[in-house]
């Protein structure tokens, strides 16, 4: 077992199966039911990801995770019609890659990034 990696995450959310849906359709992750307003997306191989139903969210004012994706145009244009915010388009981080920032449903920032080898 691997030590010293970010195992959880966990987002605040106002609608657990919309935000669920908004995920899924962007990521793949098929979030699963875990009791007492939580839902969770757990693979089994890596971070998992809870979601966590609240009352109030204050925009942009949540942690930010960066999801490694193959393709960040892609993935930007998608997000508007899943009802979504694209926050920072797509930016250049010399020798790294690229990174962005969207807004799920409820206003969590959620980056991306795209590693310079998937050009």
Do not use: C
């Amino acid at each position: 077992m691997s030590f010293n990696f970010i195992a959880h995450v966990e987002l605040p959310v106002l609608d657990l199966d919309r935000t669920a849906a908004f995920l899924k359709d962007l990521f793949g992750w098929d979030f699963k039911a875990f009791g007492n307003g939580y839902y969770l997306y757990n693979k089994h191989n890596g971070t998992m990801v809870g979601l966590r139903r609240v009352a109030t969210i204050h925009r942009g004012d949540t942690p930010v995770f960066h999801v490694l994706v193959d393709d960040i145009d892609a993935m930007l244009e998608k997000v508007p019609s899943l009802g979504g915010e694209v926050v920072r388009g797509k930016t250049v981080i010399p020798v790294y890659g690229w990174y962005a920032v969207v807004n799920d449903v409820n206003g969590n920032h959620i980056g991306l990034y795209q590693a310079p080898s998937n050009q």
